[in-house]
């Protein structure tokens, strides 16, 4: 009996993973041909859902589509997807496939609600040498573990804007988890990001992959997700438009996030504010990116530094966990937990 009902959950979880991924070739039933699909392939929209989340302004944009054909993928689209309301209850079943993925301290864990979770923007801000980057460095190890509630772990894209990878990192925090080196580093696939515009071209890249290798990635990491905007766009005068650039970005990365239920990680730098000295605040530093990136991410999380190797991880906002602070130590091995 127990088999049975086992079989049958898996068979649930097949039927829930098929409908997250509608591929976009179901378009050719409804009469959208081939060549079509293909101009929104050449442009990331891979599901049916993709097409959703997309305006009628940006596929009319897209090179060859023409308004008529937009309204009539547009339509094709939505027969394909009931666009109704849930109740909570079906909804918590749906939030069901979420999982969390472990930053290897139990501490920090705890504090998260089980880890850095899927279909979400995790950012963690801090100064340097707060550990940003090997938090980063970290999830890449521990995505790769089977871990909690059946979670099966998954391969990992990392988009570097800093400079800051090191495939020798992976190797330490390898053997911390004794896993093989050679097969932890064949899961990260890898790509350093010069400017702006090309850090928004590799999203295009980054949904292909997920949709061709579906429900085999389970982690995206941008590490850092502003600095590239910093150098760009200079001054006052370009402040809104890196802002719409940046916003655009975000609503990209939260629809990739929903699209393919995987976990996306970002790190930002810190500001110094110079008005604040005359508000008398306890910490004049404030992440950047301003409140575009505030209200994009879902869940922000502050690190600070504390007595040598400690750090402190602080909620800052968050829509289910409450603001608490979790101590978490930088180990040759990554991320892991205080000793006392």
């Given at each position: 009996?127990?088999?049975?009902?086992?079989?049958?959950?898996?068979?649930?979880?097949?039927?829930?993973?098929?409908?997250?991924?509608?591929?976009?070739?179901?378009?050719?039933?409804?009469g959208?041909?081939?060549?079509?699909?293909?101009?929104?392939?050449?442009?990331?929209?891979?599901?049916?859902?993709?097409?959703?989340?997309?305006?009628?302004?940006?596929?009319?944009?897209?090179?060859?589509?023409?308004?008529?054909?937009?309204?009539?993928?547009?339509?094709?689209?939505?027969?394909?997807?009931?666009?109704?309301?849930?109740?909570?209850?079906?909804?918590?079943?749906?939030?069901?496939?979420?999982?969390?993925?472990s930053?290897?301290?139990?501490?920090?864990?705890?504090?998260?609600?089980?880890?850095?979770?899927?279909?979400?923007?995790?950012?963690?801000?801090?100064?340097?040498?707060?550990?940003?980057?090997?938090?980063?460095?970290?999830?890449?190890?521990?995505?790769?573990?089977?871990?909690?509630r059946?979670?099966?772990?998954?391969?990992i894209?990392f988009?570097?804007?800093?400079?800051?990878?090191?495939?020798?990192?992976?190797?330490?925090?390898?053997?911390?988890?004794?896993?093989?080196?050679?097969?932890?580093l064949?899961?990260?696939?890898?790509?350093?990001?010069?400017?702006?515009?090309?850090?928004?071209?590799?999203?295009?890249?980054?949904?292909?992959?997920?949709?061709?290798?579906?429900?085999?990635?389970?982690?995206?990491?941008?590490?850092?997700?502003?600095?590239?905007?910093?150098?760009?766009?200079?001054?006052?005068?370009?402040?809104?438009?890196?802002?719409?650039?940046?916003a655009q970005?975000?609503?990209?990365?939260?629809?990739?996030?929903?699209?393919?239920?995987?976990?996306?990680?970002?790190?930002?730098?810190?500001?110094?504010?110079?008005?604040?000295?005359?508000?008398?605040?306890?910490?004049?530093?404030?992440?950047?990116?301003?409140?575009?990136?505030?209200?994009?991410?879902?869940?922000?999380?502050?690190?600070?530094?504390?007595?040598?190797?400690?750090?402190?991880?602080?909620?800052?906002?968050?829509?289910?966990?409450?603001?608490?602070?979790?101590?978490?130590?930088?180990?040759?091995?990554?991320?892991?937990?205080?000793?006392?």
């Open positions: 009996m127990k088999e049975d009902q086992v079989v049958q959950e898996e068979q649930g979880l097949q039927d829930e993973e098929e409908s997250l991924f509608q591929d976009i070739d179901l378009l050719q039933k409804h959208i041909n081939v060549a079509d699909i293909k101009k929104l392939k050449s442009v990331g929209i891979c599901t049916i859902k993709g097409i959703q989340m997309t305006t009628r302004k940006a596929l009319c944009n897209v090179k060859g589509l023409s308004e008529a054909k937009v309204d009539k993928i547009k339509e094709a689209a939505n027969k394909l997807i009931e666009p109704g309301f849930l109740t909570a209850f079906e909804y918590s079943e749906k939030r069901k496939m979420v999982f969390h993925i930053t290897g301290s139990q501490e920090f864990d705890k504090l998260l609600g089980g880890g850095i979770e899927s279909m979400a923007i995790t950012e963690a801000f801090g100064e340097f040498r707060t550990g940003k980057t090997q938090l980063s460095h970290t999830l890449c190890v521990t995505a790769q573990l089977p871990g909690a059946g979670y099966p772990g998954g391969k894209i988009i570097d804007t800093e400079n800051t990878f090191r495939p020798d990192r992976l190797r330490d925090i390898a053997d911390r988890f004794n896993v093989d080196h050679d097969a932890v064949d899961n990260v696939l890898y790509a350093r990001a010069y400017t702006s515009e090309h850090q928004m071209e590799l999203l295009d890249y980054v949904a292909a992959k997920f949709h061709e290798e579906a429900g085999i990635f389970k982690l995206l990491i941008i590490d850092s997700i502003m600095a590239l905007f910093r150098v760009d766009f200079s001054g006052r005068g370009e402040l809104a438009e890196r802002q719409q650039k940046l970005m975000l609503s990209r990365l939260q629809k990739i996030s929903e699209e393919y239920n995987v976990a996306v990680f970002v790190t930002n730098q810190m500001t110094a504010d110079p008005g604040a000295t005359m508000t008398f605040q306890a910490d004049p530093k404030k992440p950047i990116g301003g409140h575009i990136l505030a209200h994009a991410s879902t869940t922000r999380i502050s690190l600070r530094k504390g007595r040598g190797e400690l750090r402190i991880a602080k909620i800052y906002d968050s829509p289910e966990m409450p603001e608490n602070e979790a101590t978490f130590a930088i180990t040759a091995g990554g991320i892991g937990d205080a000793k006392e």
